[in-house]
């Protein structure tokens, strides 16, 4: 099933409330244990992601990408983002903070700094995103934290990014310089 269309979302849990919850659901022995008996057995993994789809959906409209960015934007999906931008607004937000794509809406990245400012979080928006695998778009996001998949998809607060190997063949130029 395709996921449903990007709209900007306010999620439904003030920040404070999700930080906190947050640190419940952190990795653990017991939740790695979970997420690999999930992972295993099909008849487990399909019920388990899709109770993670409607509980994330009706708080934070996701869209179930399989890698989620919601402890470093405040709670506030940027897949939500009509472009789909992982690392800040557009150059097309309007005056009022109005999504350029659906005026009507606000941009989920002025969503995403008040709720990163009021849960004391506004540092975590410097962090850069990797774009995401396509391939992971329908998987549970909370097995891939908790079996630690998640680990490198940003970088650390005001660090620069560190080069991640995709498998895709280097190229060098004539001037000495590599490339991807």
């Known amino acids: 099933m395709p996921p449903p269309r990007a709209v900007p979302t306010r999620p ?10 947050h640190r419940l659901l952190e990795p653990n022995g017991l939740y ?5 008996v999930v992972e295993r057995h099909a008849w487990l993994r399909r019920p388990f992601t899709r109770t993670e789809e409607s509980v994330k959906r009706k708080v934070f409209g996701c869209r179930m990408c399989g890698q989620c960015a919601l402890p470093v934007t ?10 789909q931008l992982r690392n800040g607004p557009c150059g ?32 975590d ?11 992971q778009w329908g998987e549970s996001s909370w097995i891939n934290y908790w079996q630690g ?10 660090g620069r990014a560190t080069p ?6 280097v190229l060098v130029t004539g001037k000495g310089d590599r490339e991807r």
């Open 74 to 83: 405040g709670y506030a999906c940027p897949m939500t983002c009509p472009k």
């Open 149 to 158: 998949r998640d680990d490198g998809l940003w970088t650390e607060p005001g």
């Open 125 to 135: 928006l410097e962090r850069l995103h990797r774009p995401i695998d396509q391939r």
């Open 164 to 169: 991640v190997d995709l498998g895709l063949p």
């Open 32 to 36: 790695r244990f979970v997420a690999r």
């Open 12 to 21: 439904a849990l003030s920040s404070r409330t999700l930080y906190r919850l």
């Open 92 to 123: 097309g937000v309007l005056p009022d903070g109005g999504c350029e794509v659906y005026p009507g809406e606000r941009c989920v990245w002025l969503i995403a700094v008040e709720r990163a400012e009021a849960g004391g979080h506004a540092g």
